[in-house]
C-alpha cells in the first residue's frame, strides 16, 4: 500500500513538472517572433529578487504579448483543460456511463445558448461589463442543469438511465433554440459559430481571476469524494449499504461537475472531447479507483489542452485552428490507440 | 435486536407486504422462506431502510430504521444481496477495505487497526491470494466471498442476507454458508437471510418464517415448517419430506 503511495505520489509530481514545462514552451512558441531567451527574459524580469539583473532592453509590445496574451491564455487552457477532465471524469463515475461527457446534461447547450442570445441582442449588463458573455453563460448552463435534474426526479428518486435521457432531450431542444437564434443573428452569425467551436482566443486575465477560483473550490469538494465515487462503482445497492447516501453523494457530485463546466464553457465555448477522452486515457492507463483518476485526469486535462491550443496557434501560424478540432485530431487517434491495446474491460 | 410490528408496503395498491409481525433475536439465525413473489426481497429492503414502509414500523436495535443515519446503520448492519459485487476493475483488498468506510470520518484514512482487520478477514475468507486479483476477473463465487469479507470488515452486530447463494453451484452455495455460520460462532453475530433453497434453509437456520402473497403463513422451527400439507399450500406443489441422515433434520425430495 505505502508502496502504492508513493509511485502515485511520483507519477503526479512528474505529470506536474511536465505540465510546467510544457507552458514554458508553449509561452515561448507564436507567431510573433519573439526569441525564446528573450521570452524568458520578460518573463523573470516580472520575479522579485532576479528582476534587477535583467536589462530591459525589449519594446514594450514584446511585453504585452507575452504577459498579457499568451500567458493568461496558456493558463486558461490549462485550468479549462482540467475543469472539463475532472467535471468528465465525475459525470462518468455518477452516470456510471462510459458515453458521458461533461456536456451530456446539456450543460454546454445550456451555456451556448446564454451566449448565443448575449451576442445576439447585445446584452451588457453595468456592473459586470465585459463579463456579463461569460456569467450569462454560466448561469444558463447551471439553470440547464436545475432543469434536467428536476426533469429526472421521481419522488426522492433520480434513476440514472432516466437523467440522462433527460440531459439529451434538454440538450436536443436548446440545439434548436440555438439553431433558431442563429438563423435570426444575420452578421452576429459568425462571432457565435466562433464561439461554440471553442476558443481561447479572447483571453485576458480577468477571465482567469473569476475561472480560477470558481474550478479549484468545486475541483477540491469534488476530491472529497473519490471513495464514495468508488463504492458507487461497485454497485448502487452495495454503495448504498456501505453507509453511503447514494442520492446526496450523487447530486452533489453532479452539481460541481456542472459548476466546473459551466465556468470553463463560460470562458472558451464548448471544446469538446477532452472531457469524453481524458478520463477514458487515465482510466485505461492506472485503473478503476477514483482516488487515482480524479488527480490524474486534473493534470492530464491540463496537459492535453495547453497542447492542443498551443498547436492551434502554432500549426498554421499566423492565422489560428479552431480548438476543438485540434482535440479531435489529437484525442481520437491516441484513444483508439489505447482502446485496441487495452486487454480487458476497464470501465 | 430486532423487530417488525404491523409492517405494510403497498405500491400503486398493490399489496406487497401485509401485516407481517416477527422478532429476531441477538445471536439467532432466522431464514426468509417462501415462492417467487412472496414479498421476501421486499420485506429485506423495508428493514434494510431502503424502501419505506406503509404501515407498522421496524424497530433496528429498539429504534425505527428511518433514524438511523446512513452511516450509523453501516456500523451495525451489513447487506449481501444476490447480485453482490457488480464487476468492477477493483483489486479483492481494496473491495474488502471499503468495508471500513461506515466507520471512518469523512476524509479519515484507514488506521493500522483496520488494515490488521482486513488481512485477519481475508485470510480467514480464503482470499489472501487472491487479493491483487481485479474483481471482474473472479468468478461469481469468489466475488459473493469478497462481498462476504467487506460485510465482515464492516463489523456488524447484525448481518441480511438476501439469497446469497442464488447464482452459486452447491460447492460455493456450502462454502459461502458455512462461511456465515463460522462468522456467527465466532462473534455472536446476528443473521437474517432469504433463502430459495428449503434444504439449505432447513440445515443453516434456527428459525424459518414462511411467507406467501405478502403474508407470514407460519413460522417456527424447520420441523414445523418443512412438511408436505405447509409446503403444498403454498408451493402448489407435493414435495416428499425426508430425514437428514447425519443432521436429523428434514429434507425435501421433488
Redesign the interface.
Given at each position: 500500500m505505502m508502496a502504492k503511495r508513493s509511485t502515485l505520489w511520483l507519477t503526479i509530481i512528474s505529470l506536474l513538472i511536465g505540465l510546467v514545462i510544457l507552458m514554458a514552451l508553449s509561452v515561448s512558441l507564436g507567431s510573433a517572433q519573439i526569441s525564446f531567451v528573450n521570452v524568458w527574459r520578460v518573463i523573470l524580469s516580472h520575479v522579485p529578487i532576479i528582476d534587477g539583473w535583467i536589462e530591459r532592453d525589449w519594446p514594450d509590445s514584446t511585453e504585452t504579448i507575452v504577459l498579457d496574451l499568451r500567458m493568461p491564455r496558456i493558463l486558461l487552457a490549462a485550468v479549462v483543460g482540467a475543469a472539463l477532465a475532472l467535471a468528465g471524469a465525475l459525470y462518468q463515475g455518477v452516470l456510471r456511463n462510459p458515453l458521458a461527457d461533461p456536456f451530456i446534461l446539456g450543460v454546454s447547450s445550456g451555456a451556448s445558448f446564454g451566449a448565443a442570445m448575449t451576442f445576439v441582442f447585445g446584452i451588457q449588463m453595468v456592473w459586470i461589463g465585459q463579463m456579463t458573455l461569460p456569467v450569462v453563460a454560466f448561469i444558463c448552463g447551471f439553470a440547464t442543469l436545475m432543469i434536467v435534474y428536476s426533469i429526472a426526479r421521481i419522488g426522492q428518486k433520480v434513476r440514472m438511465e432516466t437523467i440522462i435521457l433527460a440531459g439529451v432531450v434538454v440538450q436536443a431542444f436548446l440545439g434548436a433554440c440555438l439553431s433558431l437564434v442563429m438563423s435570426l443573428a444575420n452578421e452576429k452569425l459568425q462571432t457565435i459559430v466562433f464561439w461554440m467551436m471553442g476558443s481561447l482566443t479572447l483571453t485576458d486575465w480577468s477571465y482567469n481571476a473569476v475561472v480560477i477560483p470558481v474550478i479549484a473550490l468545486t475541483a477540491i469538494v469534488a476530491m472529497m469524494f473519490t471513495r464514495e465515487l468508488n463504492m458507487l462503482g461497485l454497485g448502487e445497492e452495495v454503495a448504498y449499504h456501505s453507509g453511503v447516501s447514494v442520492e446526496r453523494t450523487r447530486f452533489v457530485l453532479l452539481v460541481l461537475a456542472s459548476l466546473m463546466t459551466g465556468a470553463a464553457v463560460a470562458v472558451s465555448g464548448a471544446i469538446g472531447f477532452v472531457g469524453l477522452v481524458v478520463p477514458h486515457m487515465i482510466r485505461l492507463i492506472v485503473g478503476s479507483d477514483y482516488r487515482l483518476i480524479l488527480p490524474l485526469s486534473i493534470i492530464g486535462g491540463a496537459i492535453f489542452l495547453v497542447g492542443a491550443d498551443t498547436l492551434a496557434r502554432v500549426l498554421l501560424a499566423p492565422r489560428e485552428l479552431p480548438l476543438g478540432v485540434i482535440t479531435a485530431f489529437l484525442g481520437a487517434p491516441f484513444f483508439i490507440y489505447l482502446l485496441r491495446q487495452a486487454k480487458r474491460e476497464y470501465f | 435486536m430486532l423487530s417488525l410490528q404491523h409492517v405494510s408496503k403497498t405500491v400503486d395498491e398493490q399489496t406487497l407486504v401485509s401485516d407481517v409481525s416477527f422478532d429476531v433475536e441477538a445471536g439467532q439465525c432466522v431464514g426468509l422462506i417462501g415462492p417467487n413473489g412472496a414479498g421476501k426481497s421486499t420485506l429485506m429492503k423495508l428493514i434494510?431502510g431502503?424502501y419505506e414502509v406503509t404501515d407498522g414500523q421496524v424497530l433496528l436495535f429498539g429504534q425505527n430504521v428511518k433514524r438511523w443515519s446512513?452511516?450509523k446503520?453501516?456500523?451495525r448492519?451489513?447487506?449481501l444481496?444476490q447480485?453482490?459485487?457488480?464487476?468492477?476493475?477493483?483489486t479483492v483488498y481494496?473491495?474488502v477495505m471499503?468495508?471500513c468506510?461506515?466507520h471512518l470520518k469523512?476524509?479519515q484514512r484507514e488506521s493500522a487497526d483496520d488494515?490488521s482487520r482486513v488481512d485477519h478477514v481475508l485470510t480467514m475468507t480464503g482470499l489472501m491470494n487472491l487479493k491483487d486479483q481485479?474483481?471482474?476477473?473472479l468468478s461469481g463465487g469468489e466475488r459473493q466471498r469478497v462481498?462476504i469479507a467487506?460485510a465482515m470488515v464492516?463489523d456488524p452486530d447484525l448481518l441480511l442476507l438476501d439469497e446469497p447463494t442464488s447464482f452459486l453451484d452447491i460447492g460455493y452455495q456450502t462454502e459461502v454458508l458455512n462461511i456465515v455460520k463460522a462468522w456467527q460462532e465466532r462473534t455472536g453475530l446476528t443473521v437474517l437471510m432469504v433463502l430459495h433453497d428449503l434444504n439449505l434453509a432447513a440445515q443453516y437456520c434456527d428459525r424459518l418464517i414462511l411467507l406467501n402473497q405478502g403474508e407470514i403463513v407460519k413460522q417456527g422451527a424447520s420441523d414445523d415448517i418443512l412438511n408436505t400439507e405447509t409446503l403444498e399450500a403454498v408451493y402448489q406443489t407435493k414435495p416428499e419430506i425426508v430425514r437428514h441422515p447425519v443432521k436429523d433434520i428434514p429434507q425435501i425430495l421433488l
Open positions: - | 434494510s431502503m446512513h452511516k446503520k453501516a456500523q448492519v451489513s447487506v444481496t447480485d453482490g459485487l457488480a464487476p468492477y476493475p477493483m481494496e473491495t471499503m468495508g468506510y461506515p469523512f476524509f488494515l481485479m474483481l471482474d476477473t462481498a467487506k464492516q
